[in-house]
Structures are given as structure tokens and as C-alpha cells.
């Protein structure tokens, strides 16, 4: 298995430009989810998702779309980038409690390697 | 999700035991409490979790207060490699999500 992957690596935009961030992973996990980390920080939920066709805003959703129309992708769309978006981005997935596999000893949540996103 | 206080930083000399001591006064009874670290510019790691019994895995153990007010994570023997932030998150796995609430977490320095 690949894991959870993430494209690109790393990013510059212009403020103003819209860009999309990739995320897949090959595990079947129903719950994945977009995190981003500034300096110093820890990370903050942006949107996540359930399953196909369900999504949810996190702690910080403003200034970002995303959809799910398979289990494996949960892209993160910046629509008109801003600098105060400049951060760390990643990408995680797990079982979902719904899901009926999910118990205390499978909810691990697995990251991905992140995208480093600079807009100037 | 209850909040968790952890200490900004610690250092650890490379073989010794490393204790992260994790506060989390308000928890829940259906809450659980969870360790992962991320390692320099990499994406967080899982590392263990409990409910109210201590845990031990190939990584590190876990002691949970009888209280369930406050934790510890040990890293038997530390590593260069295991220099890192450890983040303790406590989380309801009751809910229809699984969210996790990061902190700032501690940042563990493992020096020679």
C-alpha cells in the first residue's frame, strides 16, 4: 500500500490564484481529512469528510472547498489564494466510526508526507 | 473534545527513559486518550492509545492515572530518532467523526 499521498510537494501562488491540493489514499478508509500547520503551531482541521459525497467543515474552513466523489480522493481546493494561507498542509484518513469496522483499536489516523504551500 | 496541557519542551539523553506527562483534567468518561509525534517537517505518527488501563506497544507505553486526569508517555530507551513533537489529544470515539484536536504539543530533544 502507498498510504496517503499528497501532490504537490511543494507550492508557490500568487495572491489571488486558485489551485487545487491532491490527496488519495489506497487503505478503503471512509474518514479523511485536511489539516494545516503554521509555524510553531499544531494542527488545525480545515474540512473532512465521512465518506463519498459527505463532507464537513472543521475548525478553519473559510478560504477552502472540497468534495468527495470517491472513497480514495478528497482534493482541497484554494479558490482565490491569500498569503494568510501560507502553511503546511496534510492530509489524513482512518476508519470511520459509521463504518461499522471502526473500533478503539483500529482509529489510527494516517498522515500524509504534507504539501508546503507559499503564496506571495 | 477535552483540552490536554502538556509542557513545551523536554530533553532526554539518548538510552534513558523518556516521560511526557500529559494533563487532562476535564476528561470524559467515553473519551480516549491518544499520543502521536511528528518528526521534523513529516506528517504526524501514531504511537498509542488508552481508555483507562495502561498500555504498551512496540513503541512506547502508556500510564493512565486511576483518575484518568493525567497521562504519561514513556519511550523506554530514546533515540536521536525519536527527537519530536508529542502531541496528547483526547477524543470521543462516540461521535460520528474522528476528529482529532492538536495542541502545541510537547517538543522532545534526545541529545548524545
Known amino acids: 500500500n502507498a498510504g496517503v499521498t499528497q501532490t504537490p510537494k511543494f507550492q508557490v501562488l500568487k495572491t489571488g490564484q486558485s489551485m487545487t491540493l491532491q490527496c488519495a489514499q489506497d487503505?478503503?478508509?471512509?474518514?479523511m481529512s485536511w489539516y494545516r500547520q503554521d509555524p510553531g503551531m499544531g494542527l488545525r482541521l480545515i474540512h473532512y469528510?465521512?465518506?463519498?459525497?459527505?463532507?464537513d467543515q472543521g475548525e478553519v474552513p473559510n478560504g477552502y472547498n472540497v468534495s468527495r466523489s470517491t472513497t480514495e480522493d478528497f482534493p482541497l481546493r484554494l479558490l482565490s489564494a491569500a498569503p494568510s494561507q501560507t502553511s503546511v498542509y496534510f492530509c489524513?484518513?482512518?476508519?470511520?466510526?459509521?463504518?461499522?469496522?471502526?473500533?478503539?483499536?483500529?482509529?489510527?489516523?494516517?498522515f500524509g508526507p504534507g504539501t508546503r504551500l507559499t503564496v506571495l | 473534545d477535552a483540552k490536554t496541557t502538556q509542557p513545551t519542551s523536554m530533553d532526554c539523553a539518548e538510552g534513558r527513559a523518556a516521560n511526557l506527562p500529559c494533563n487532562h483534567s476535564?476528561?470524559?468518561?467515553?473519551?480516549?486518550v491518544y499520543w502521536y509525534r511528528q518528526i521534523h517537517s513529516q506528517g504526524p505518527q501514531y504511537i498509542i492509545h488508552?481508555?483507562?488501563n495502561n498500555e504498551t506497544n512496540e513503541m512506547a507505553s502508556l500510564i493512565i492515572t486511576e483518575d484518568r486526569k493525567s497521562s504519561t508517555l514513556i519511550l523506554p530507551h530514546a533515540t536521536l530518532r525519536d527527537t519530536a513533537v508529542y502531541y496528547c489529544?483526547?477524543?470521543?470515539?462516540?461521535?460520528?467523526?474522528?476528529?482529532?484536536?492538536f495542541g502545541t504539543g510537547t517538543r522532545l530533544q534526545v541529545t548524545l
Open positions: 489524513a484518513s482512518s476508519y470511520s466510526i459509521t463504518s461499522g469496522f471502526l473500533s478503539s483499536n483500529n482509529n489510527e489516523q494516517f
Open positions: 487503505m478503503n478508509h471512509e474518514y
Open positions: 469528510s465521512v465518506g463519498a459525497g459527505i463532507t
Open positions: 476535564t476528561i470524559s468518561g467515553n473519551e480516549y
Open positions: 488508552g481508555l483507562k
Open positions: 489529544i483526547v477524543r470521543d470515539l462516540t461521535g460520528t467523526a474522528s476528529k482529532l484536536t
